[in-house]
Structure formats: C-alpha cells, structure tokens
C-alpha cells in the first residue's frame, strides 16, 4: 500500500523538525507517534525480511525508524532507542543488498554497542560486533565503531581515566549520553573501593579520584553515600560497616577441654 499524502506531509515535517538547530524533540516525538500508526495501516511497519514493498518506501521506513532512534537518545528513552534499534536491524541485515547505503547506519551501530557495554552486556557487545558487516580495517578506521571497542578495551583495562576522556573523543553528541552513564558505573565502583582501603581523603584527591571537576557534585556525591564532609579541613571520612563482634564463650571452652583432657586420662 503507497503512503498517504498525510504519512508524507508527516513526514517531511519530521525531517525539517529533526534538522533544526536545536532540534525540536517535542515536535519530533509528535510527528514520530503519529508516523509510526500511519506506517502500519500503510502496511510497511512491522518490516518483513520478504516485504513487498518497493525500494524507495524502505528508505522513508529506515529514515523515520533512523530519525526515531537518535531522537530517543536526545530524550534519554533508552527502552524506545531499543525498540527502533530492533526495528532496523531488519533493514540493515535483510535489506543491505537492496537498499542504498544509509549514513546513519554506522552511528546507530555504534551507539548500539554504546549501550551493550553501559548494561555491561559485555557476550552481546562481542557478538554485535562480529556480526558487522565491515572488515577488521575498515572497523578500526570507522570512528563510530572504534570509539566503542576503544571503551571496551579500556573498561577491561581499568583504564578509566581513559574512558572518562573518551567523552570529549565521542564522534557525536549522542555518544556523551552513554559515555555519561559509563562513568557513573566507574564511579560507584571506586567509591566502594575508596571506602575499604580509606578511613578519609582530602576533598581535593576524592574529586581526582572520582573524576569530579565540580566542587558541588563531589559533595552530592558523598551525601548520597553517607560520607561525612569536613568542609573546615576539607576532608571526607568514610562511612565503615561495623565489624561484627566475635563473642568466644570462654568458660565453656575451658570446662570443654578439661573434661576432654579426664577423658584422655581415663583411657590411658
């Protein structure tokens, strides 16, 4: 079934709104609800590994479905940047000796493994990964595929201060998004660390350690952990578990063995 003019007028709205500077998400997501019900009653969502429809509505599909991902990004809906994600990969793995080459394939792959790798999906990040149809070269060379295997390779490192400088190094803005998120992860997992191996830390070398630039963050940091903040000599004591007090019933010890020691008296 062709689009309906209104499917098209939508469409085009879609693309001017997405194109704006700044982008109108408010009017995108709109147009986006109202796209995707006129794609099903025209017959072209879901898409079909043996879909009948011609070459050119394809592209409208993977255009919206495109649009539609990077969108969820910029509005923080992870669970909708999966749904649209799901949506392509039929596009991109079924359809890559039909349909032209988009663009924005490769940006939303990387986002992909982006996100596999912040839901520490480490077996699905390998096999997405594999499962791209480029060559090893052509993948290190392509900067949205090797940002994230550049992460991956860091956070098994440890390396995280490396990760916490691949946000500045992020190919799109969208990258930022997920790299955010990384480093948030990176952060609890050294603040458990800090607590062990640290009674307290100058304020100054918390922040260091923490990658926190910002005076105010580091101190809604602690708060949220419990730590006590000494702002007069700019220190943070950390809040120990109370060790668990061992009792040693001592006088049931010694009756034991002295009636074992008359037992052993008795047999000898």
């Given at each position: 079934m062709a689009p309906s003019q209104q499917l098209v007028k939508d469409y085009q709205s879609l693309i001017r709104a997405f194109e704006s500077r700044p982008c109108n998400l408010k009017k995108c997501g709109e147009l986006l609800t109202r796209?995707?019900?006129g794609l099903v009653t025209a017959g072209l969502l879901p898409v079909l590994p043996k879909s009948e429809s011609s070459v050119e509505d394809l592209v409208v599909v993977r255009n919206i479905l495109e649009i539609g991902a990077f969108w969820s990004i910029r509005s923080k809906d992870i669970p909708s940047?999966?749904?649209?994600f799901a949506q392509l990969q039929t596009l991109y793995n079924d359809y890559s000796t039909v349909l032209p080459p988009s663009p924005r394939e490769h940006p939303?792959?990387?986002?992909?493994?982006?996100r596999l790798l912040t839901q520490n999906r480490i077996a699905d990040f390998h096999t997405t990964l594999e499962a791209i149809r480029l060559s090893p070269e052509a993948a290190a060379e392509n900067p949205y595929i090797a940002h994230p295997v550049a992460v991956e390779?860091?956070?098994m490192e440890g390396s995280y201060s490396k990760v916490w400088s691949a946000r500045e190094e992020a190919p799109?803005?969208?990258?930022r998004f997920f790299v955010d998120s990384l480093i948030g992860t990176i952060?609890?997992?050294i603040a458990s660390c800090e607590e062990v191996a640290y009674d307290s830390l100058p304020l100054k070398d918390a922040a260091t350690l923490l990658f926190f630039t910002n005076r105010n963050e580091l101190l809604a940091f602690a708060q949220q952990r419990g730590w006590q903040i000494n702002l007069i000599e700019e220190t943070i004591t950390f809040k120990k578990k109370d060790e668990?007090?061992?009792v040693v019933p001592t006088t049931k010890l010694i009756s034991a063995n002295l009636a074992?020691?008359?037992e052993l008296e008795q047999i000898v």
């Open positions: 796209l995707k019900v940047f999966d749904r649209y939303l792959v990387g986002l992909n493994l982006i390779r860091w956070l799109a803005e969208e990258y952060r609890n997992e668990e007090k061992i074992y020691a008359r």
